[in-house]
C-alpha cells in the first residue's frame, strides 16, 4: 500500500508534465509545472518518511504511460479529468490517515481546485480571461468519453450475457439464442441511442433557454452583472479589490462575460452543447453493440452446450478487460477489478441461466 501511494505521486506528477507539454496557453501550462512538482515534492516527503527508495519508482505505472496515449489520441483534457480525480482520491485518504491517526487536518490537501486557484493568485498577470480560460477546462474534463466508453460497452456486455444465458438455459442452446442474442443486441442499442438523444435533445434545450436569459440580464443591467462578477471571484478568494478590477475588465467583452457567468452562475459548459444529439446516439449505439456482441459472436459458428461454453469465455474475457480498463480512472489493482467484474458478470448469467433452466423444464413437462 505504501509502494501504490507512493506510485500514485510519482504518476500524478508525471501526467501534470505531460499536461504542461500539451498545454497551449503559458499561464496554464506554468500551473501544471508547478502542480507537477508539489507531487513530485509528495512522493520525495512520503519516500523518506517510508523509508522507501526511489531508484525503483521513478518511472511513471503503466497506467500513467497509458493515460498518455489516451490523451495522444481523445486530448488531453480527458488526462486532466483523471487527474482531477485521482487528486479528490489522495486527498480523501489524507484525511482519512489524519482522523485515524488523530492529527490535524491542514486543509492543504482537501480540494485540488483551491490549490490550483492559490496558484493562479499568485500570478501578477493573471487576468479574468485567463482564470475563465482554466476554470472552463476543469468543468469540460467531466463528461469523460474514454470512461463513457467503458461504460457502454459494459452495459451491452453483462445485459446481453444474462440475456443469452437465459434463453441458452431453457433451450440448451439451440439455434433460438442466436436469434435472441441478435434482437437482445438490438433492441438494448435502440433504447440506449434514444434514451442518449432525449436526455442530449432536452439538456440542450433547458440550456439554450437559460443561456438565452443570461444574455438578456447581461444587456438589460451590465453593473449588476459586474457585481455579480465580483462575488464570484471573491468566493474564489481573490481581494476584493483585485476582483473588481478583473470584473471591470470582464464586463467590456461582453461575449467573454456571458460565457464566464454561464459557465459559473449557471453552471453549463457551452462547448458541451455544441454535440449533436445524433451523433450522441450513434456513439450510445455503437459502444453498447460492442459490447453485446461478444457473447453472440459463438452461436453464429457453433451450438448447443459447446456454444454456451465458448460464449462464457469469450464474455468472461471481455468482463476482465474492462474491469481492467476502469483501473484507468479508479487506480486499483488490474487483477482484483478485471476478476470482480468476471466474478458479477458470471454470477448474473448464472441466474439467468439457471432460471431459464427451471423455466425450460417446466415448458416440457
Given at each position: 500500500?505504501?509502494?501504490?501511494?507512493?506510485?500514485?505521486?510519482?504518476?500524478?506528477?508525471?501526467?501534470?508534465?505531460?499536461?504542461?507539454?500539451?498545454?497551449?496557453?503559458?499561464?496554464?501550462?506554468?500551473?501544471?509545472?508547478?502542480?507537477?512538482?508539489i507531487?513530485?515534492?509528495?512522493?520525495?516527503?512520503?519516500?523518506?518518511k517510508?523509508?522507501?527508495?526511489?531508484?525503483?519508482?521513478?518511472?511513471?505505472?503503466?497506467?500513467?504511460?497509458?493515460l498518455?496515449?489516451?490523451?495522444?489520441?481523445?486530448?488531453?483534457?480527458?488526462?486532466?479529468?483523471?487527474?482531477?480525480?485521482?487528486?479528490?482520491?489522495?486527498?480523501?485518504?489524507?484525511?482519512?490517515?489524519?482522523?485515524?491517526?488523530?492529527?490535524?487536518?491542514?486543509?492543504?490537501?482537501?480540494?485540488?481546485?483551491?490549490?490550483?486557484?492559490?496558484?493562479?493568485?499568485?500570478?501578477?498577470?493573471?487576468?479574468?480571461?485567463?482564470l475563465?480560460?482554466?476554470?472552463?477546462?476543469?468543468?469540460?474534463?467531466?463528461?469523460?468519453?474514454?470512461?463513457?466508453?467503458?461504460?457502454?460497452?459494459?452495459?451491452?456486455?453483462?445485459?446481453?450475457?444474462?440475456?443469452?444465458?437465459?434463453?441458452?438455459?431453457?433451450t440448451?442452446?439451440?439455434?433460438?439464442?442466436?436469434?435472441?442474442?441478435?434482437?437482445?443486441?438490438?433492441?438494448?442499442?435502440?433504447?440506449?441511442?434514444?434514451?442518449?438523444?432525449?436526455?442530449?435533445?432536452?439538456?440542450?434545450?433547458?440550456?439554450?433557454?437559460?443561456?438565452?436569459?443570461?444574455?438578456?440580464?447581461?444587456?438589460?443591467?451590465?453593473?449588476?452583472?459586474?457585481?455579480?462578477?465580483?462575488?464570484?471571484?471573491?468566493?474564489?478568494?481573490?481581494?476584493?479589490?483585485?476582483?473588481?478590477?478583473?470584473?471591470?475588465d470582464?464586463?467590456?467583452?461582453?461575449?467573454?462575460?456571458?460565457?464566464?457567468?454561464?459557465?459559473?452562475?449557471?453552471?453549463?459548459?457551452?462547448?458541451?452543447?455544441?454535440?449533436?444529439?445524433?451523433e450522441?446516439?450513434l456513439?450510445?449505439?455503437?459502444?453498447?453493440?460492442?459490447?453485446?456482441?461478444?457473447?453472440?459472436?459463438?452461436?453464429?459458428?457453433?451450438?448447443?452446450?459447446?456454444?454456451?461454453?465458448?460464449?462464457?469465455?469469450?464474455?468472461?474475457?471481455?468482463?476482465?478487460?474492462?474491469?481492467?480498463?476502469?483501473?484507468?480512472?479508479?487506480?486499483?489493482?488490474?487483477?482484483?477489478?478485471?476478476?470482480?467484474?468476471?466474478?458479477?458478470?458470471?454470477?448474473?448469467?448464472?441466474?439467468?441461466?439457471?432460471?431459464?433452466?427451471i423455466?425450460?423444464?417446466?415448458?416440457?413437462?
Amino acid at each position: 500500500m505504501k509502494n501504490k501511494n507512493l506510485q500514485t505521486e510519482i504518476d500524478t506528477s508525471y501526467l501534470y508534465t505531460v499536461l504542461a507539454a500539451h498545454e497551449k496557453d503559458p499561464l496554464i501550462a506554468k500551473v501544471f509545472e508547478k502542480m507537477s512538482g508539489i507531487e513530485k515534492g509528495h512522493a520525495e516527503a512520503l519516500a523518506k518518511k517510508e523509508n522507501i527508495s526511489l531508484k525503483n519508482l521513478v518511472q511513471p505505472s503503466w497506467r500513467a504511460k497509458t493515460l498518455n496515449g489516451i490523451g495522444k489520441v481523445f486530448g488531453y483534457d480527458y488526462v486532466l479529468g483523471v487527474v482531477m480525480e485521482t487528486e479528490k482520491t489522495i486527498s480523501s485518504s489524507i484525511i482519512s490517515a489524519r482522523k485515524k491517526n488523530k492529527l490535524e487536518i491542514t486543509g492543504n490537501e482537501t480540494n485540488h481546485v483551491q490549490i490550483l486557484q492559490s496558484i493562479l493568485d499568485n500570478e501578477v498577470k493573471v487576468t479574468g480571461k485567463q482564470l475563465s480560460k482554466f476554470e472552463s477546462r476543469h468543468r469540460s474534463v467531466g463528461g469523460n468519453a474514454v470512461r463513457a466508453a467503458v461504460l457502454g460497452g459494459n452495459d451491452g456486455l453483462v445485459s446481453n450475457f444474462s440475456l443469452i444465458m437465459g434463453i441458452a438455459g431453457a433451450t440448451s442452446g439451440n439455434s433460438a439464442v442466436l436469434l435472441a442474442g441478435l434482437a437482445g443486441l438490438l433492441a438494448g442499442a435502440l433504447s440506449m441511442a434514444l434514451g442518449e438523444w432525449i436526455s442530449v435533445k432536452s439538456s440542450k434545450e433547458l440550456y439554450e433557454n437559460q443561456i438565452e436569459l443570461e444574455r438578456e440580464e447581461l444587456d438589460t443591467n451590465p453593473e449588476g452583472e459586474r457585481q455579480e462578477v465580483v462575488l464570484i471571484y471573491m468566493a474564489k478568494g481573490i481581494p476584493e479589490a483585485q476582483a473588481h478590477q478583473m470584473a471591470t475588465d470582464l464586463i467590456k467583452n461582453k461575449g467573454q462575460a456571458h460565457q464566464f457567468l454561464v459557465q459559473e452562475e449557471l453552471g453549463i459548459n457551452t462547448e458541451e452543447l455544441q454535440g449533436s444529439a445524433i451523433e450522441a446516439a450513434l456513439y450510445s449505439f455503437g459502444l453498447f453493440s460492442i459490447g453485446a456482441v461478444i457473447p453472440v459472436i459463438p452461436f453464429m459458428f457453433a451450438s448447443g452446450m459447446t456454444a454456451v461454453a465458448i460464449s462464457v469465455a469469450f464474455s468472461a474475457t471481455g468482463l476482465f478487460l474492462i474491469g481492467a480498463a476502469i483501473t484507468l480512472f479508479t487506480g486499483k489493482n488490474v487483477w482484483y477489478s478485471g476478476f470482480r467484474q468476471v466474478l458479477f458478470g458470471l454470477a448474473a448469467a448464472a441466474i439467468t441461466f439457471g432460471i431459464g433452466k427451471i423455466i425450460g423444464v417446466t415448458m416440457a413437462g
